[in-house]
C-alpha cells in the first residue's frame, strides 16, 4: 500500500511518484548504518576527552535532523531553483572562506573552520557543492549562447576556489575540487589540448605542495616509505581490519576506537571492519557504488548539459570523497583527513552532503509538473 495516491495533487506526493527511490532508499540505508557507526565509536572518544559518553552522539543526532530536513526540502526544488540556490550558497561560501582565512582559530597549522558558539563551521564542505551547481551553469551556458564567456567564467571561479582552499592550506580539498571540476569541464567539451595542460598543471600543483607544505611531505613520505615516520594511525586500521575478520567482534566489541584519536571521524571504516567485518564493509562500498552508479544511469537519456553536468559533478564527488577515505583506511592512499559521507561524524559533513544529495534528487526527478524529463519527450519547461 502506497503512502500517497496518483490522484494526489500536493507538493510531497508529487515529489513521492517522480523522486528516485532507489537512490532515496540508498542514501537511507547510509544515513542508518552511519547513525549506528556513531554510537559504536563516538563514546569511547568523548570518554578520553572528558565529556559525557554520548556528547557526539547526541550531537551528530542533531544535525542529522537538520540534514534531513535540509535534504528534503532541496529535494522538492525544480531545476531552476536549484541553481538559484547554489549560486547563493556559493556567494556565501565565498564569504566565509574568507572570513575562514581571516579570523578562523589555528589548529595544526591550518585555519579551516569558523567558531560560532559550540558549533564548528567548515565553510570548504558547502562550498563544494555549490561550486559544482555554479560550474555546471557556467558550463552550460557556454554551450547555449557562444558569444557567453561561460568557459572563462569558470575558470576564474576555480582558480579563486582553489586559492582560498590552499591559503589554509587543505590540500586535501583542492586536490578534491580540482578532480571534480577537471572532470565536468572535460564532460563540457573540453578540447584536448586543455586537457594536457590541467594534468600538466595538476601534477605541478602536487610536487609543489611536496616541495613547499611540510605536512603533505611527510604524508607522501609516509606513504611511499612507512619506516619514514610515525604510521600509527593506518597501522591501527588494518590491524582492526584483521581482528574483524569476516563477521567482526559484535558491535561495540571494537578496541581500535579506544586507541585512535580520529575513530568516529576518519578511521570510522576501520571501526566498523572490526565490530561488523568484511561484509558489513562491503556493503558499505556497494551502497556508493549503487548511489553513483544509479544516478549516472538517470542521466543517460539527459538532454539538459545544466542538469547533466551537476547530477555528475555532484556524484563524483561523493564516490570521490567516499574513495580517498576507504583508500587511508586501506593504506593504499597517503593519510589525508577527510570524512566518509555521512557515516563519520561531522556537522558541516553531513550537512553539505545532504544538500548535495538533496539536489541530485531534485535534478533526477521524472515526470514532475515541474516540467521535468517525461522519456516519451524530454526535457522542456526548465
Known amino acids: 500500500m502506497t503512502v500517497f495516491s496518483r490522484t494526489d495533487t500536493s507538493i510531497v506526493s508529487d515529489w513521492w511518484w517522480t523522486v528516485d527511490r532507489w537512490l532515496l532508499m540508498s542514501l537511507a540505508l547510509l544515513i542508518g548504518i552511519g547513525i549506528v557507526m556513531t554510537f559504536g565509536a563516538s563514546p569511547a572518544i568523548a570518554e578520553k576527552l572528558g565529556l559525557d559518553s554520548f556528547h557526539f552522539v547526541r550531537r551528530q543526532l542533531l544535525f542529522l535532523a537538520v540534514s534531513l530536513v535540509c535534504l528534503f526540502g532541496v529535494s522538492l526544488l525544480p531545476p531552476r531553483q536549484v541553481r538559484r540556490l547554489g549560486v547563493i550558497l556559493f556567494l556565501v561560501c565565498l564569504l566565509l572562506l574568507v572570513l575562514t582565512a581571516l579570523v578562523g582559530p589555528e589548529a595544526k597549522g591550518a585555519r579551516r573552520w569558523l567558531r560560532i558558539g559550540s558549533f564548528t563551521l567548515q565553510a570548504s564542505e558547502f562550498m563544494k557543492p555549490a561550486f559544482i551547481i555554479v560550474s555546471a551553469w557556467m558550463f552550460s551556458e557556454a554551450r547555449k549562447s557562444p558569444g557567453f564567456p561561460g568557459w572563462k567564467i569558470a575558470i576564474g571561479l576555480y582558480l579563486l576556489v582553489v586559492s582560498l582552499l ?217
Open 166 to 382: 590552499v591559503i589554509q592550506p587543505d590540500f586535501g580539498q583542492t586536490v578534491l575540487v580540482s578532480v571534480v571540476w577537471s572532470a565536468m569541464f572535460f564532460m563540457a567539451g573540453l578540447p584536448m589540448v586543455w586537457v594536457g595542460a590541467f594534468v600538466a598543471f595538476g601534477l605541478s600543483g602536487i610536487v609543489m605542495a611536496y616541495m613547499f607544505l611540510p605536512h603533505v611531505t611527510s604524508r607522501i613520505d609516509r606513504f611511499l616509505n612507512p619506516e619514514s615516520g610515525d604510521t600509527f594511525q593506518v597501522d591501527m586500521a588494518m590491524n582492526a581490519f584483521k581482528s574483524g575478520g569476516l563477521f567482526g567482534r559484535g558491535p561495540g566489541e571494537g578496541a581500535v576506537k579506544k586507541i585512535l584519536p580520529d575513530a568516529h571521524t576518519d578511521f570510522i571504516f576501520a571501526v566498523t571492519g572490526e565490530e561488523f567485518g568484511i561484509i558489513i564493509c562491503a556493503a558499505i562500498v556497494l551502497l556508493f557504488a549503487v548511489i553513483v552508479i544509479r544516478g549516472m544511469v538517470n542521466l543517460m537519456k539527459e538532454r539538459d548539459l545544466f542538469i547533466f553536468l551537476a547530477v555528475s559533478g555532484l556524484l563524483i564527488q561523493l564516490g570521490l570523497q567516499a574513495f580517498i577515505n576507504l583508500g587511508v583506511n586501506l593504506a593504499v592512499l597517503p593519510s589525508k583527513g577527510m570524512t566518509l559521507p555521512f557515516i563519520s561524524y561531522g556537522g558541516s559533513s553531513l550537512l553539505s552532503l545532504s544538500i548535495g544529495m538533496g539536489m541530485v534528487l531534485a535534478l533526477t526527478r521524472r515526470n514532475s509538473r515541474y516540467g521535468q524529463a517525461n522519456p516519451a519527450t524530454g526535457w522542456r519547461l526548465v
